[in-house]
């Protein structure tokens, strides 16, 4: 069974920093991963999408890079903004219809 | 484009009532999706339905039917409320790509 694990759980720093945040599975045959957004009492919105055939993909301040022999992606956000703070989540999807969650990173961006 | 749009946002029951939360997409994708979300447990699936006329069970479908009424609409019914399902529903579609309704807020009194 894909087990999806998001490290750091919780995560606080000034505004201005470049982050990395962290996702890994456990099974590499995987066709896609999607990194979310959440903010407090929304719904999730979609950020990037990376295929299994791509090794990242970019939108603005934020980059995603997918590396399946390892089992792991990486959200990279360029200079940070208190904006910026949210739940990020990310999600792989196998040969099923269904896709697998991690629990999240809780970020924090401080003035 | 409205993108996912689900019904009602709130929702307060007393344990014993039935409801049933709406769901609809316009972006014409084959897979749609019931999710809970509730605090250390995060998102949890309900049931899914991979195209128009199929439905299947996720991890937690105890206490919940769904029906594919069309491509578009995807509802969840709750027929008989607990406490235990006070949750924030989430509707999503997907057809490779995942969108999300903005949620029901539901308490079970």
Redesign the interface.
Known sequence: KQEVTQIPAALSVPEGENLVLNCSFTDSAIY?L?W?RQDPG?????LL?IQSSQREQTSGRLNASLDKSSGRSTLYIAASQPGDSATY?C?V?EGS???T????TSLIVHP | NAGVTQTPKFQVLKTGQSMTLQCAQDMNHNSMYWYRQDPGMGLRLIYYSASEGTTDKGEVPNGYNVSRLNKREFSLRLESAAPSQTSVYFCASSNEKLFFGSGTQLSVL
């Not at chain 1, 929304?42 to 979609?46: E, R, V």
């Not at chain 1, 969650?101 to 999240?104: K, L, Q």
Request: hydrophobic share 35%; no cysteine.
């Open positions: 896609n999607q979310f929304k719904g999730l919105t979609s999408l989540l999600a999807y219809y269904i896709p969650f991690g629990r999240g």
